[in-house]
């Protein structure tokens, strides 16, 4: 079994930065890609970034720019760097992961969200 823990939410004025940060843990498992979402009430989830086993990256549009994802193999841990936050980027941030794990195969998983207001 795989989990998820994210870190780095809270509360930010308009303009300001905020670093994401997701760590898997657990045993027998490797780590293809990761990324994050977001959610706000009465709206589906979306995608915000996600970075490949290779390093490529994508991006939500609204988020290009401004937004950079990245990650430590070695920690198995992947980063949101979110700059020039706006109102509209407040939200319920999860991390997911598609892992593949000894005997078991390919699978998904989510963390437990981490919240993210930009108020001023």
């Known amino acids: 079994q795989v989990q998820l823990v994210e870190s780095g939410g809270g509360l930010v004025q308009p303009g300001g930065s905020l670093r994401l940060s997701c760590t898997a843990s657990?045993?027998?498992?490797?780590?293809?890609?990761m990324g994050w979402y977001r959610q706000t009430p009465g709206k589906q989830r979306e995608l915000v970034a996600r970075?490949?086993?290779?390093?490529?990256?994508n991006y939500a549009d609204s988020v290009k720019g401004r937004f950079t994802i990245s990650r430590d193999n070695a920690k198995n841990t992947v980063y949101l760097q979110m700059n020039s936050l706006k109102p509209e980027d407040t939200a319920v941030y999860h991390c997911?992961?598609?892992?593949?794990?000894?005997?078991?195969?390919?699978?998904?998983?989510w963390g437990q969200g981490t919240h993210v207001t930009v108020s001023s």
């Open positions: 997911n992961a598609l892992i593949i794990e000894f005997r078991i195969g390919w699978r998904e998983y």
């Open positions: 657990g045993s027998g498992f490797s780590i293809n890609t």
């Open positions: 970075i490949f086993s290779d390093g490529d990256t």
